[in-house]
């Protein structure tokens, strides 16, 4: 390669990490910190040299359009190391930036990192010109619903959602109470390399909202037949998770006139009771507690509250499918001729039911953005994703586990059947979900060697090889943890098995060699 300089090392360490696969273990934001990409090699990318070491400066300027802040559903990282004070300090500039002016809500989740966040947040906001309102401990879906409804012109969710303890993030809202499109997520994330951010143009302030929780609880409640719940007198169980829909269901369940059963209700940021997300696997608490109290029905939510998964009068958990499709059939059968968003990894039956309403199914990538935002776009009525997260366009276009548990309540006092009746009414679904750890590099390759195998395969996000009408795997690297999620649907409980088994061991004989 000949005689270097020091920005030619630069380049190279970039050149090797591209080699490797997209992603790899150094951020873009960490190398700008440290000011690695200094205005040297940008200058010379005219050079007509030869040599390596010009190719290898084209290549860092295209990775650096590669690379990401945002991931599936906002910018996440570990607080302290990847997400640490200084980061979230520039991060949120650069939303202020992108704002411009105005006012602006910010809520956090009960993660033990999150108050000290958003002292930095409405300081950062307060300096880029924005007035700062915050809420307190929200969950993600009541921040949304009051940028919304209380005239905001964005808000600020501090949560990471299911992830670990560990970890923390940031997700924006528009003015509209949704998520800001992929669009406008590179807008910030160009703001923020390019650190071109809005000097102080007036003395910004931080104020205090108190309504936020108030004015959710009651918009949920006028999409029901409140009186017609109320005379079923439910019993209900809630797996609080340690999250914050503490703040909500609970005030929302009795306001119901339901009685309610709950366990892991204290906010408690290290996930004591069950972890952060909800799955089968851990929610076994729930279901004796449903089977205890002869409940009606259980729910477990997710840290932040915008997921809800759940429990039927037997003591059985339901699938994020499976539960959608029946509200997909309640909400269908009264309002024909809608549209339904949902993501690739989603069960097949949807189609089959929206045919019976002459109603449309349209699908996005994996992610509660990419469906939200096809939801406004088309003015769809529901959205769905296969990990219980449900959106009733009416209300707003987003997860809101609240607003699902309102929904599956107002569909039982409608009916003559239980939950685990009327779910047995539908068509059987067998779709199931697993995961692997593994860095981006090694799910690429998982990836590109299951491509060599399944050539036809749908690679609009990661890969989707469908068998035939009933029988088909999903691989997909995660966008908010170092893991590689698998999906599988099939025509029976054994042909699952076997099609996930037999998936398994090709993507691990990748992961070995």
Known sequence: MGSVSDNDIYAYVIFSKNQSGAGGGIRTHELLRDRVLSPAPLTRLGDSRNDCAATVKFIAIELVHMEKLFGTNGVRGIFGKDFNLEFIHNLVLSVGTYFKEGKILVAYDGRNSSEIISKVVSSALNFSGLDCYLTGLLPTPCLEFATK???????????????????????VVASDGVEISRDDEKKIEKI?????????????????????????VTAIKSHLDVSKIKNRHFKVSLDLGNGVQAVTAIRLCRELGCEVFSINEEIDGNFPGRGSEPTPENLQSLSELVKSTNSDLGIAFDGDGDRSIFCDNEGKIITGDSSAILL????????PESKVVT????????????????????????????VSRKMVDE??????????????????????????LALMLDLLSKSEYTIAENIKRL????????????????SHLVIEHLLSEFSDSDTTDGIKIVIDEKNWVMVR????????????????????DDLLSMFLEKIKSVLVR
């Open 149 to 171: 409804k209380l005239g905001y012109d964005g808000g600020i969710m501090i949560t990471a959602s299911h992830n670990p303890p560990e970890y923390n993030g940031i997700k």
């Open 192 to 216: 923020f390399f390019e650190k071109s951010w809005n000097t102080l143009s007036h003395i910004a302030s931080t104020h205090h909202e108190q309504n936020a929780d108030s004015v959710y």
């Open 427 to 442: 068509p059987q679904s067998f779709t199931r979900k697993t995961k692997i750890k593994c860095t981006k590099d090694e």
């Open 343 to 370: 993501c690739l990894n989603s069960g097949t039956n949807i189609e089959n039911l929206t045919s019976q309403t002459n109603s449309k199914v349209i699908r996005t990538k994996v992610g509660s953005v990419e």
């Open 328 to 335: 997909c059939n309640y909400l269908l059968e009264k309002r």
């Open 477 to 496: 690297p995660s966008g908010t943890e170092p893991i590689i999620r698998i999906y599988a649907e099939s025509d029976s409980q054994k042909n699952l």
């Open 379 to 404: 003015n769809a009525l529901i959205g769905f994703e296969e990990n219980g997260g449900f959106m009733f366009g009416p209300h707003n276009q987003v997860r809101d586990g609240a607003m699902t």
